[in-house]
């Protein structure tokens, strides 16, 4: 293209081939020749570690969620604060809550065993996420593989991008079209808050706070989160307080119950626009499960590294 020409080329057109093939790369075969053993190599483990503790599914979830909020899903959460490097781990939305890297460290050794130097953590991330879902008995997808580590990672942008539980609607809405996601894309998305669970520093302002909750289930809560900020801070309570382990539509039912946990669950049910799809997913486990998925794809193809970008990291806390 001359200079010319790309100077009356619509903006629009420029913008649509640059996202249009940032994701190109990707490709749920793309470690087909050069570690075929990668799914089972990855899944067992995780098995073993759920097992174990039914929560930590969903932490590697929501791990996945927070590396691909920050510049793309390039593995940058996983990169642990040194001496001289600070990195994500103690950014606000993730300091002291974000748990699972000792599962994924032992992952990728295992992964190094089978291929080494070959599978980057992001990728890892990726497949365990949707492993874990699977596991919990949520609905299996093929994952769209061939990212690159990064070499760097952004707590300033984890900050500024993923959203903190006092959102508001519109927030949240903008905070996802921020990433290319739709609001149906965020509304599909935060039913993963069908498992797992929050501290009371997280929901404290919505169970004493909000009238958009129901008065039982706000004083069951209160009872193990202190009105005043600094008792209790770290008390847990479930997400979905009806199957906080498995994966299910339950989370949209809580909502049309005022039982949502956090005051950003319930703000996708407080007669806004979001409403009728909160309806339609708690009446439909199957059309919450395909927008799911679909949603996942979509966030999982955020900003990849590819090509000969960034590096395929041999420790995941660290860069090689
Ligand atoms: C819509 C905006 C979202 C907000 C405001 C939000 C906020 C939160 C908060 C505050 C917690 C509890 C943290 C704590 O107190 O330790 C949490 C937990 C969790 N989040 Fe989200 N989240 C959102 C979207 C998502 C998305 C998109 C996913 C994944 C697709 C996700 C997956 C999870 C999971 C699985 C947990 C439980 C983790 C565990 O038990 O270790 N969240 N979220
Ligand atoms: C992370 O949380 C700990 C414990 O609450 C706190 O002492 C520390 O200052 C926090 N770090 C950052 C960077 O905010």
Request: glycine share 8%.
């Amino acid at each position: 293209m001359t200079s010319l020409s790309m100077a009356y080329t619509p903006l629009s057109i420029i913008l649509f081939l640059f996202i249009g093939s940032s994701s190109a790369h990707l490709s749920t075969n793309f470690y087909s020749s050069s570690c075929p053993k990668v799914f089972s190599t990855i899944k067992p483990v995780l098995q073993s570690a759920i097992a174990k503790e039914k929560r930590m599914g969903a932490s590697i979830l929501r791990l996945f969620f927070h590396d691909c909020f920050v510049n793309g899903c390039d593995g940058s959460i996983l990169l642990a604060d040194t001496a001289n490097f600070r990195g994500e781990q103690h950014a606000g939305p993730n300091n002291g809550s974000v748990r699972g890297f000792k599962v994924i460290d032992k992952i990728k050794t295992a992964v190094e065993n089978a291929c080494p130097g070959v599978v980057s953590c992001a990728d890892i991330l990726a497949v365990a996420a949707r492993d874990s879902v699977v596991i919990l008995g949520g609905p299996d997808w093929k994952v769209k593989l061939g990212r690159r580590d990064a070499r760097t990672a952004s707590a300033t942008l984890a900050n500024n991008n993923i959203p903190p539980p006092t959102s508001s609607l519109s927030n949240l809405i903008s905070k996802f079209a921020a990433q290319g996601l739709s609001t149906k894309d965020m509304v599909a998305l935060s039913g993963a808050h069908t498992i797992g669970q929050a501290r009371c520093t997280s929901f404290r302002g919505h169970i004493y706070n909000d009238a958009d909750i129901d008065a039982s289930f706000a004083s069951l809560r209160q009872k193990i989160c202190p009105r005043k900020s600094g008792s209790g801070d770290t008390n847990l309570a479930p997400l979905d307080l009806q199957t906080p382990t498995a994966f299910d539509n339950n989370y949209y039912k809580n909502l049309i119950n005022k039982k949502g946990l956090l005051h950003s669950d319930q703000e996708l049910f407080n007669n806004g626009a979001t409403d009728s799809l909160v309806k339609s997913y708690s009446n439909s486990e199957g059309s919450f499960n395909s927008d799911f998925v679909k949603a996942m794809i979509k966030m999982g193809d955020i900003s990849p590294l590819t090509g000969s970008k960034g590096e395929i990291r041999k420790i995941c806390s660290k860069i090689n």
